[in-house]
Structures are given as C-alpha cells and as structure tokens.
C-alpha cells in the first residue's frame, strides 16, 4: 500500500522569505502522479502543483517549484517570496497511473507567513 | 461552469438519523470520490466510483453507501448516524486522462 508522509506538522516563514515543505512516499509503482493540495481557512481544496513520476524535469508554477527525488522517493515543495496569502494547510499526495483514482493524502502541515 | 458542488455546506445531526450528503460535478469526469478529513488525519477516501454504475470502497467505508446512476451525480449516504463520523466531508472528481482531482467545498458535519 502506498503512504504519504509529512514529517513537519507545522512550519512558519517571514514574509518575501523562501520556505520547503518535506513529503516522503512509499509505493513500489513506477507511474503515478504526485500533488501539492493548498487548504486556506476557507476549508477550500486547491492544488498548487503537480509531478509526474516519468518527467524527470521539476514543476514549477510561478512562486512554486518542487524538488522531486525519485529514488529518493521525496518530493518538496519550495514556496518563493512568501505571501501573507500563502497561509494554509498544504497536503501532499500520491496517485498511481492509471486503474482507479485513489488519491493518497499526507496527514498536511500548517504554513503559517508572518508579517 | 460550477465545477464541483456540495449541498449542504453545514449539518447537525442526531445520533441514528440518516441523510444524504449531495455532490455534482458539471465537467463530465468519470471519476468522483468522496473523502472525510479529520484534525491531524489528512484526507480519507470513503468510496469512489469509476462511471456511472460503478462504485467501490476506499479506506474508510463502514457506515456509508454511495451510487452512481449519472456522470454527474455522487451521493454519499450515511445510514444511522454516529458521533464517530463528525467530520468534513469533500467531494472530488477528475478525468481519467489527467491526474489531480477537482474539490469540493466541503460539508462540515457534526453529529451529536
């Protein structure tokens, strides 16, 4: 069975600061996706970022970039010039390729950017 | 396009009543799955379904029935409620080609 870990419960970071989030997994797929899910106070699920395993470039959307390791099996999300609007729970998660939608779901880390 | 919607976003139950949690989604996904989310749990899935007429079991079903008569619509239906499933409930769906799903914005409920 797959699992997805998040070491850090909670982290804090300094407005304009750089900050990463850890994600660990565990799966003896070979394709799947990988997703960084943002949970602001409005309860609302939104993704940040996604990986495919099979791209060995890292994603990058504007501020958000990862560090996929596949063989480390590690994949971070590093948040640049951190905004106020940046505060939230962030999830990490696992889908294998193909055959059923099954998303795995780390426990999440608070991110809390402080004026 | 509404995306993914929820109906209703706060409920109080009591102990042994039933309901019927409503979700829809307008963008023709195959797949839909529901998920409970607890303090310091992450995301659980309950049930998921594949297609119309094609549901199964996730990591924490006891408690809840699911079916899907349309693309559209995913009901999740708890059928005598419990204290153990106050909870937020999301709904999500995809497209079987692309990976990450679409949410919901949850249902809060709480049973007493």
């Known amino acids: 069975a797959q699992t997805v870990t998040q070491s850090q419960p909670e982290m804090s970071v300094q407005e304009a600061e750089t900050v990463t989030l850890s994600c660990t997994y565990d799966?003896?797929?070979?394709?799947?996706?990988l997703f960084w899910y943002k949970q602001p106070p409005s309860r609302q699920m939104i993704l940040v970022i996604r990986?495919?395993?099979?791209?060995?470039q890292n994603a990058t959307e504007n501020r958000f970039s990862v560090n996929f390791q596949k063989a480390a099996k590690s994949f971070s999300l590093k948040i640049s010039d951190s905004q106020l609007g940046d505060t939230a729970m962030y999830f990490c998660a696992f889908r294998p390729q193909g055959g059923s939608e099954k998303l795995v779901f780390g426990k999440g880390m608070k991110l809390t950017v402080n004026p | 396009n509404a995306g993914v919607t929820q109906t209703p976003k706060f409920q109080v139950l009591k102990t042994g009543q039933s309901m019927t949690l409503q979700c829809a989604q307008d963008?023709?996904?195959?797949?839909m799955s529901w998920y409970r989310q607890d303090p310091g749990m992450g995301l659980r899935l309950i049930h998921y379904s594949v297609g119309a007429g094609i549901t199964d079991q996730g990591e924490v079903p006891n408690g809840y029935n699911v079916s899907r008569s349309t693309t559209e619509d995913f009901p999740l239906r708890l059928l005598s409620a419990a204290p153990s499933q106050t909870s937020v409930y999301f709904c999500?769906?995809?497209?079987?080609?692309?990976?990450?799903?679409?949410f919901g914005p949850g249902t809060r409920l709480t049973v007493t």
């Open positions: 999500a769906s995809s497209h079987q080609t692309v990976g990450e799903q679409y």
């Open positions: 963008m023709n996904h195959e797949y």
């Open positions: 799966t003896s797929e070979n394709n799947y996706y």
């Open positions: 990986q495919e395993a099979y791209k060995q």
